[in-house]
């Protein structure tokens, strides 16, 4: 398999998304926003049609109006508004009409195919395409790991960030930059309609597994690298989309991690002498919210008056 | 540039409230190093507006407020100021450790980058033995009491070595003995020049380390009884 020089291309290309994309998704998930990649996607695409329609650099445009979208995207949240919800989809779905309205009144001669896009193409990876893929990924992981504790900072308590004096809206504005970079950057190997999978899944098993932010960071990337390159593997020698395989992959970890999971929770609740037999609600206390007003309701009366 | 001799906290005049409406008017406070005045009122009468609005979050009706002798709205050097929120404001999406948490109080200290020194571990193993939280570093956020969780936040603010440190309701669902460790570490801060504004629902253990108790609803500072200036 090594022997095809277009197998050690792709096998680069897919560790190269593998160890960004999770990198990207652990900073989406923990604000929430684990459908935005694929809402970036959308966008991308719009600009991929324009490119292909022009004759001109199709990742390039794809990069451009992924970043615009991302941009627009993030400015709208911040701003709060009931109007940004509705705003968030016509910019969605006027990105992919747009994309496929464009492409259908393409010039004649031009290669209209979005296919290879919208669900990737791994093994048509060059040489020359690894370069930038390379650059892109230095970039992003200099802001999604280099800039980690700044980004899990704003997300975990905007008003105290914002009181720390950290630039809370530009912290986000970069993260929303990175992720268009990093959907351009999966665009070719897993397909704009996959890349958010890569992003989120690796970060959802990270989730199941881990105790803490940097934990979770380094579980979503080995996670990441992992099935990116033996979904890239499988795809070669099944004959399978490389895409499909690498996303597919992932959710089988997912799935992994959370009976995993399960049975420790279950172990651990089994030890517990005073288990409660709600097996069906969620596991674990997940919010520490309600316990705080029931435990000063507890102790109220034996308070002592100081004072 | 603010002036060394400026009070750390200083509000003048000022009427807050929310959407341009004051809730509060007539406020006079002053706020210098050492000093550790509690805010106190019945619910509604704007405390946590108050806290909000000298943090710079909003609510300014009319009048001034100043931090370390600077304009509110010029004021740049937060690190200087610590915040400890009332509600458990910390939601995650993914796990975080409470060590995790108090680490982030630290990054106002280090530019982007920058790497974690010594110093700030230290900083951070201080600020959650003054919580009372020492040996619960390792543990996940979501799997704390609540009263475990709001000190949890005071490490938080402690971790930056703040010279202000302003505490909405942190005693709020703390058992008693917590509440000791936290009153002995507002002390020792105090003694260090730290000046320090509490929101209070109940004294409780803290009434030894108040200097100064303002009660909202009696706009001018009423000296608390045995206080020491």
């Excluded at chain 2, 108050?50 to 509110?72: A, C, D, S």
């Amino acid at each position: 398999m090594l022997g095809y020089g277009f197998m050690q291309t792709a096998l680069v290309a897919a560790v190269l998304v593998g160890l960004t994309a999770p990198t990207v998704g652990v900073h989406l998930v923990q604000r929430r926003l684990s459908l935005i990649g694929d809402g970036v996607g959308h966008v991308a695409l719009l600009g991929v049609a324009l490119g292909l329609a022009t004759r001109t650099a199709p990742v390039a445009a794809a990069l451009v109006t992924a970043v615009t979208g991302a941009v627009l995207l993030e400015v709208l949240r911040h701003r709060r508004s009931a109007a940004a919800d509705v705003a968030l989809s016509v910019l969605f779905y006027g990105g992919i009409a747009g994309a496929v309205v464009v492409v259908a009144r393409a010039p004649a001669g031009s290669a209209v195919n979005l296919d290879s896009y919208l669900f990737g193409a791994l093994t048509t990876t060059t040489r020359a395409d690894l370069v930038a893929f390379t650059v892109l990924a230095a970039v992003v992981l200099t802001v999604t790991v280099g800039l980690g504790r700044q980004l899990f900072m704003a997300a975990l308590d905007e008003d105290f960030a914002v009181v720390a004096g950290l630039p809370v809206l530009r912290l986000n504005l970069l993260l929303a930059t990175v992720t268009a970079g990093t959907v351009v950057l999966s665009m070719r190997i897993l397909g704009l309609l996959l890349i958010s999978g890569l992003m989120v899944l690796p970060a959802a098993c990270a989730q199941q597994l881990a105790r803490g932010y940097r934990s979770s960071m380094l579980t979503a990337v080995a996670v990441g690298v992992g099935v990116a390159t033996s979904g890239t593997v499988v795809s070669f020698y099944a004959d399978t989309p490389s895409g499909g395989t690498i996303v597919l992959l992932a959710v089988a970890v997912f799935v992994l991690a959370r009976l995993a999971r399960t049975v420790r929770r279950g172990t651990a609740r089994l030890a517990d002498a005073g288990a409660h037999e709600d097996a069906g609600a969620p596991a674990g206390p997940r919010s520490a919210g309600p316990i705080g007003p029931a435990i000063s309701r507890w102790r109220g009366p034996a308070r002592p008056s100081a004072g | 540039m603010s002036r060394p001799d400026a009070p750390l906290l200083a509000v003048r005049g000022a009427a807050v409230g929310h959407d341009g409406r004051a809730v509060l008017g007539g406020l006079d406070l002053e706020v210098g190093p050492g000093d550790v005045v509690a805010v106190r009122g019945a619910n509604g009468t704007g405390k946590s507006t108050l806290v909000r609005t000298v943090l710079g979050l909003g609510g300014l009706v009319r009048g001034r407020v100043e931090l370390f002798g600077t304009p509110l709205d010029r004021f740049r050097d937060w690190r200087r100021v610590g915040y400890v929120p009332q509600r458990t404001a910390v939601t995650a999406g993914m796990p975080v450790t409470v060590r995790e948490l108090v680490a982030t109080g630290r990054l106002p200290r280090l530019r982007p980058w920058q790497r974690f020194t010594e110093a700030d571990r230290c900083g951070v193993d201080c600020a959650l033995e003054g919580a009372g939280l020492a040996g619960d570093g390792h543990r996940q956020l979501a799997e704390l009491s609540g009263g475990q969780h709001r000190r949890a936040l005071v490490a938080r603010a402690l971790a930056g070595d703040p010279e202000l440190l302003v505490l909405d309701e942190p005693t709020a669902g703390v058992d008693a003995a917590a509440q000791q460790v936290l009153a002995a570490t507002l002390a020792g801060l105090s003694a260090t020049g730290v000046g320090i504004v509490v929101v209070l629902h109940e004294v409780g253990p803290l009434a030894p380390v108040l200097t100064r108790t303002v009660s909202l609803g009696h706009p001018t500072p009423v000296p608390l009884s045995g206080a020491v200036g």
